[in-house]
């Protein structure tokens, strides 16, 4: 769940083209991030929760985890139960073997039949009676095949369902363990050790501070100066008369007018109609949620 963090509180904009003829930048505002709170998705008590306000954590991190062992212990039971219910499969070249050693028997029986038939030493009812036991052999090992391959196939749609708990099970663990999804700082932490938590419950909230916003105002006459995608000069307060410069990219231009922020100390200027724009700021990690920033066109 994200949202943009809207630093209202403390936003001041200053319009210099306007109103100081000693400012060379054309507005100014306030850096914000987009928020993320990062819920849990399991059920249970939380027995670890590695997260403290302030904290900068990576992508991928692993925080913690939900008690998942009533889900294991499940995860093993079905398992124990798919390997009795394999273990009832049938390995048939062994169930016919016994078969298979009375077909060769025959078939050597056939051939030393033929032989003495050409040699005028059988009858041709022992030549049709040595086939006939070959055929009949070679029938029951097909039927026998039939038999077994249609139980092996019965047992494995039993035990079909019974994986497919499995992977719900795994699911369900894997959602358990509790990984931070951005790079960013920690900026509260909702829930702690030991509490009791359901599907969706907020454990911390987390704002990327790889890219900030500068959310800035100009007024009307400045709108035909400010495109999406137009690259602009940005600048924040590094020390007595110091400043450090960044490039910023402008991404979002609002299409409707607003007063200025009564944060802005005289009536005069809280009267003027403003637009809002974002501008996107690479982090050097020197910029921090809330810090001010002016903006330049040129």
Not at 130 to 156: F, H, R, Y
Request: proline residues 3%; charged residues 25%; aromatic residues 8%.
């Amino acid at each position: 769940m994200k949202k943009v963090s809207l630093i209202a509180a403390g936003v001041a904009v200053i319009f210099a083209s306007c109103h100081n003829s000693e400012n060379d930048f054309d507005a100014a505002g306030a850096f914000e991030s987009v928020e993320t709170i990062v819920s849990t998705e399991a059920t249970g008590t939380i027995m670890q929760l590695n997260v403290e306000e302030g904290q900068t954590l990576q992508p991928h991190q692993f925080i913690g985890y939900v008690d998942s062992a009533q889900l294991y212990y499940k995860k093993q039971q079905l398992e124990a139960q798919i390997a009795s219910t394999t273990s009832q499969i049938p390995n048939i070249p062994v169930q016919v073997a016994a078969l298979q050693s009375q077909l060769a028997e025959a078939e050597k029986n056939q051939t030393r039949m033929n032989n003495l038939f050409k040699q005028n030493a059988a009858t041709q009812q022992q030549v049709d009676d040595a086939n006939t036991q070959v055929d009949m052999i070679t029938k029951q090992i097909e039927a026998q095949k039939s038999s077994l391959g249609i139980s092996s196939n019965t047992i494995e749609k039993d035990v079909a369902p019974l994986q497919r708990q499995i992977d719900q099970l795994n699911d369900q663990l894997a959602k358990c363990r509790i990984i931070n999804p951005i790079h960013g700082t920690v900026l509260t932490k909702y829930s702690e050790d030991h509490e009791v938590v359901m599907p969706g419950k907020a454990l911390y909230k987390i704002a990327e501070t790889d890219t900030l916003i500068l959310r800035a105002y100009i007024t009307g006459d400045q709108l035909d100066k400010a495109k999406l995608g137009q690259k602009v000069k940005v600048r924040v307060d590094k020390g007595a008369k110091q400043y450090a410069y960044y490039d910023g990219l402008i991404y979002w231009v609002s299409d409707k007018a607003e007063f200025t922020p009564k944060t802005i100390p005289t009536k005069e200027e809280r009267a003027d109609l403003v637009y809002a724009i974002k501008i996107r700021v690479i982090n050097d990690g020197f910029l921090k949620i809330g810090m001010y920033g002016e903006m330049s066109f040129k």
